[in-house]
Antibody
């Protein structure tokens, strides 16, 4: 059974960089049939797509976050990562990593989510 | 890109049917059959209910169904049950090779 687990600091200071890693177990991140991505949900608000990555490194980002976001993949350790620069309180959210099936709207596996708070 | 438009809340009594709409544009919902719906209970990760407009994953009750007309997708829950009370989000591919979520709908079972 595939499992995704987010890891990273739960508290980040304003203007600094938020860094999260998603560890994939029970399956290979080098699947040719899937993308791997990040989604967040700020308190009291809806879901927001952050971006996706293919195991070969192709990336797709939300235009509203593109200037601050980098998603990378490490096939040797079966994990992928998110970096969000110059964070503000508006970036406080539960961050989820997820797997998306290629050529479909199907996000079939999600991590449990991790709360990241931006505060001094 | 703008979030897809969903009603903030929808309610119904047990056994009734409700429909949640998801309105986009000809560049997202109207352009592709890549619309999915997710259910999220408090403190839990979202759960896929419908993918590619009208397909149900294995294990999802047939009480959930999806459809699309022009730029609006819809999720219908028939035979409403107490466990259906949750937030629901639509999700669509866009012509910019990106993805967008709806603002979310809170379903209340009266």
């Amino acid at each position: 059974q595939l499992q995704l687990q987010e890891s990273g600091p739960g508290l980040v200071k304003p203007s600094e960089t938020l860094s999260l890693t998603c560890i994939v177990s029970g399956g290979s991140i080098s699947s040719s049939n899937h993308y791997w991505g990040w989604i967040r949900r700020p308190p009291g608000k809806g879901l927001e797509w952050i971006g996706d990555i293919y195991y070969r490194g192709n990336t797709y980002y939300n235009p509203s976050l593109k200037s601050r976001v980098t998603i990378s993949v490490d096939t040797s350790t079966n994990q992928f990562s998110l970096k969000l620069r110059s964070v503000t309180a508006a970036d406080t959210a539960v961050y989820y990593c997820a797997r998306r099936r290629m050529s479909s709207s199907w996000i079939d596996y999600w991590g449990q989510g991790t709360l990241v708070t931006v505060s001094s | 890109q703008s979030a897809l438009t969903q009603p903030a809340s929808v309610s119904g009594s047990p056994g009734q049917s409700i429909t949640i709409s998801c309105t986009g544009t000809s560049s997202d919902v109207g352009a592709y059959n890549y619309v999915s719906w997710y259910q999220q209970h408090p403190g839990k990760a979202p759960k896929l209910m419908i993918y590619d407009v009208a397909n149900r994953p294995s294990g999802i009750s047939s009480r959930f169904s999806g459809s699309k007309s022009d730029n609006t997708a819809s999720l219908t829950i028939s035979g409403l049950q107490a466990e259906d009370e949750a937030d629901y989000f639509c999700h669509s591919y866009t012509s910019s090779s990106t993805w967008v979520f709806g603002g979310g709908t809170k379903v209340t079972v009266l």
